[in-house]
Nanobody, 119 residues
Framework: QVQLVESGGGLVQAGGSLRLSCAAS????????MGWFRQAPGKEREFVTS??????NTYYADSVKGRFTISRDKNMVYLQMNSLKPEDTAVYYC??????????????WGRGTQVTVSS
């Protein structure tokens, strides 16, 4: 069993930056690929980025490429978000499972952290 807890969300102006953190606990947590997804009101949950278990491979949605960076260190996963836009406003979820952009590939989910970008 893996537990995930996100932190670091908040309110920021457009063009600003935030760093999200995800703490993973559980004996096998470090063996999983990790991903970040987001869900805006009235929309489906969408893929943002993922990283494999070793940190050697990363994947990004086109909408965040060049602005967001995922990284991991032991049982922590980070999402550095720069040049934020109002359309980045959403609840951001950390997930653990097989790397990829589909929600069904992930077995474990955090409860989410709200990111709000004002214009």
């Amino acid at each position: 069993q893996v537990q995930l807890v996100e932190s670091g969300g908040g309110l920021v102006q457009a063009g600003g930056s935030l760093r999200l953190s995800c703490a993973a606990s559980g004996r096998t947590a470090i063996t999983y690929a990790m991903g970040w997804f987001r869900q805006a009101p009235g929309k489906e949950r969408e893929f943002v980025t993922s990283i494999n278990w070793s940190g050697s491979n990363t994947y990004y949605a086109d909408s965040v490429k060049g602005r967001f960076t995922i990284s991991r260190d032991k049982n922590m996963v980070y999402l550095q978000m720069n040049s934020l836009k109002p359309e980045d406003t959403a609840v951001y979820y950390c997930a653990a499972g097989a790397t990829g952009r589909y929600t069904g590939l992930y077995n474990y989910w955090g409860r989410g952290t709200q990111v709000t970008v004002s214009s």
